[in-house]
């Protein structure tokens, strides 16, 4: 039988050898897949009697394209073992030819044994460099699947009010939702249902100051199923509501996105929005836009506007820069 074979399971590598000495000086074994590479073992008794064992993937697209860096760690035993088996290091290489890994077995192995070779790691080496990614799921890949997963279900239970418990009276039409996903989401409507209110009794919260599409936006946000175009299109509404609704993650995420698309055409309503709402970033990189980046001259038309309906101490704040901007140095 020929002795060329290597079995494979999970991530170890298992090669019989029947018979290598002094007659085989060397001995190669058939292809074998771990990963997405194919790999050979080659044995050989080298010029200083040595005998070496190589990893090497096979010659293809994919090992030239995808070269592999492998974690590996190579056991070598007879069979029936009578002596210790030897057990490498843990290598860890970048594989793409036979020239790349030799390990040197300093025990006179012949005639009958077993190569054992376990794959801790491999990863996909980028051939442009960086960091490599692992051809196995890890915790991170895990995770990541089973919240695609959660978000699945969630976004079944809100699409086909599944267990819906609570009803949402927007001011052109009703929602079905969940109290838990919505308690778990904000304190305020926690509140509602843990206390003896109208909302507890009645089983509905009215939120006349939202259209239903608006609504939608915020459940879809709070079921982690909303788009990003859906977000930009709402976002004004979602700033609101996560303001009234002490939802603080979802209000960050307004203020980081109405930062990105500041213009002559929106700073003073976004001015206006960033003291209504408390939001200092948004506050400080307006003032900079009007006045650091000299701006203001470009809402010369507005500005009487802003003035008349501006809060007073925003309008004071807003002197007290421009002073600070112009002043002689």
Not at 155 to 168: E, G, K, P, Y
């Amino acid at each position: 039988m020929a002795d060329t074979k290597v079995e494979t399971i999970a991530r170890l590598a298992q090669w019989k050898i029947e018979s290598f000495g002094p007659s085989s000086p060397y001995k190669r074994s058939d292809p074998f897949k771990i990963g997405i590479w194919n790999w050979y073992l080659h044995l050989s008794v080298e010029k200083n009697r040595a005998f070496y064992i190589r990893l090497f993937p096979e010659p293809s697209r994919v090992s030239k394209e995808q070269p592999p860096h492998a974690r590996f760690v190579i056991r070598v035993s007879t069979s029936p073992s009578n002596r210790r088996p030897y057990v490498s290091p843990i290598h860890e290489r970048l594989l793409r030819s036979s020239d790349d890994f030799a390990c040197p077995i300093d025990i006179n192995f012949q005639g009958r044994f077993v190569i054992d070779v376990e794959f801790l790691d491999l990863k996909i080496c980028p051939i442009n460099g960086g960091e490599g990614s692992s051809v196995w799921p890890s915790d991170g890949v895990m995770q990541s699947q089973a919240s695609q997963n959660t978000l699945r279900c969630l976004s079944r239970m809100l699409d086909d009010s599944i267990h819906a418990d609570v009803t949402i009276n927007s001011s052109d039409g009703s929602l079905q939702a969940h109290k838990a996903i919505l308690s778990a989401s904000s304190p305020v409507f926690l509140s509602m249902f843990q206390h003896d209110l109208k909302e507890k009794k009645s089983s509905t919260i009215d939120i006349e100051d939202m259209t239903c599409e608006s609504c939608t936006a915020l459940l879809s946000y709070l079921y982690g199923t909303i788009s990003q175009e859906d977000f930009w299109k709402h976002r004004l509404a979602l700033l609101s509501a996560a303001n009234k609704y002490d939802i603080v993650d979802l209000k960050d995420t307004c203020e980081e996105s109405l930062l990105e698309d500041i213009n002559s055409g929106n700073v003073l309503a976004r001015l206006q929005e960033a003291w209504l709402y408390q939001l200092d970033k948004l506050k400080k990189a307006c003032l900079m836009y009007l006045l650091d980046f000299g701006k203001i001259y470009d809402v010369g038309e507005d500005m009487n506007d802003f003035f008349r309906h501006a809060h007073r101490d925003l309008v004071v704040e807003m002197f007290q820069e421009l002073i600070a901007v112009w002043k002689p140095t």
